[in-house]
């Protein structure tokens, strides 16, 4: 089932010290290896997540969600991502890190775009940026990627259109919108992405996607076709609750965990069990 934990399953992490490039990601799609990506916003977490020999850790603007509470991922401001990359950057020793540019950093003009993706390299010390959507911003895409600055493509469901689709239901089940959405791919190829993330979308058309593009393909909600897999850290490590997409696998129940360790500790504090004789200074 989607949503069982999954905590006792084997693990890849012995010690990988070799620096994963975009180069890597795209050799690693023709030599047939699965790419893994999984998001981090904090210094930590990112720690963890390289520790665990991820591919590719993605600063996503599901922060907005995830870390500041909000219903959707559009009040993020590139000030507020360029500070959860800069936390995740001194956390990683191997793996690629990708910042998504927040609504509205990129899609005003090309200019602004490449001055928001130059923060994000500079400031916070970025590896390469993500961007949402297709046509309306393959000029945008080629002017970054001239600059030298590698962008990941993000296809289907992408949330800063949120208000837009007026749902999160899965994208391009009608012939019309997976026609464009392979049209988009090939575009975002063509303008210089070295990956494109493929958010809920038939796995079908997922798998069209991946044999066609020379570039990989990192799915989520979009079948096991893909090049990759990407999800948000916080709904597979089960700090989450309340969210049960039928494309999330749980790999722990971290909910339970921190609150019964919190409630043991306030029981603790409150029968004057904690500090004991060994927890204090004489
Ligand atoms: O912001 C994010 O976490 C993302 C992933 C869901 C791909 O864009």
Redesign the pocket.
């Known amino acids: 089932m989607s949503t069982q934990l999954n905590s006792g399953k084997k693990k890849a992490n012995t010690i990988n010290p070799v620096k994963v490039t975009t180069q890597t990601v795209v050799d690693m799609k023709r030599k047939g290896e699965v790419i893994s990506m999984l998001?981090a916003y904090d210094f930590t977490m990112a720690k963890l997540v390289d520790a665990a020999n991820v591919d590719i850790i993605?600063v996503?603007?599901?922060?907005g969600n995830v870390m500041a509470g909000h219903e959707t991922?559009l009040p993020m401001t590139l000030d507020h991502m360029i500070y959860h990359t800069s936390c995740v950057v001194r956390g990683v020793d191997r793996a690629l890190v990708v910042a998504?540019l927040p609504f509205m950093s990129y899609q005003v003009t090309t200019k602004e775009a490449l001055i928001s993706a130059g923060r994000m390299m500079k400031e916070a010390g970025a590896h390469a940026i993500?961007v949402?959507g297709g046509k309306p911003i393959v000029e945008t895409v080629k002017r970054i990627v001239d600059a030298g600055i590698p962008v990941m493509g993000?296809l289907g469901l992408t949330?800063q259109s949120i208000y837009k689709f007026g749902t999160y239901k899965v994208r391009a089940t009608e012939e019309l919108e997976a026609d464009e959405l392979v049209k988009d791919a090939h575009r975002l190829e063509k303008a210089g992405c070295f990956a494109v993330?493929l958010?809920k979308i038939p796995s079908k058309l997922s798998a069209l996607v991946t044999k066609e593009l020379s570039i990989p393909t990192?799915g989520?909600g979009a079948g096991p076709q893909c090049d990759g897999q990407?999800?948000?850290l916080h709904d597979m490590l089960g700090l989450n609750k309340d969210f049960h997409p039928r494309f999330l696998r749980r790999y722990a129940d971290l909910y339970t965990g921190i609150v019964d360790a919190v409630g043991n500790y306030v029981a603790d504090v409150k029968s004057r069990d904690f500090p004991n004789e060994n927890e204090q200074y004489k």
């Open positions: 998001t993605l996503g603007d599901s922060a991922t998504d993500k949402e993000h949330p993330v958010e990192i989520i990407v999800l948000v």
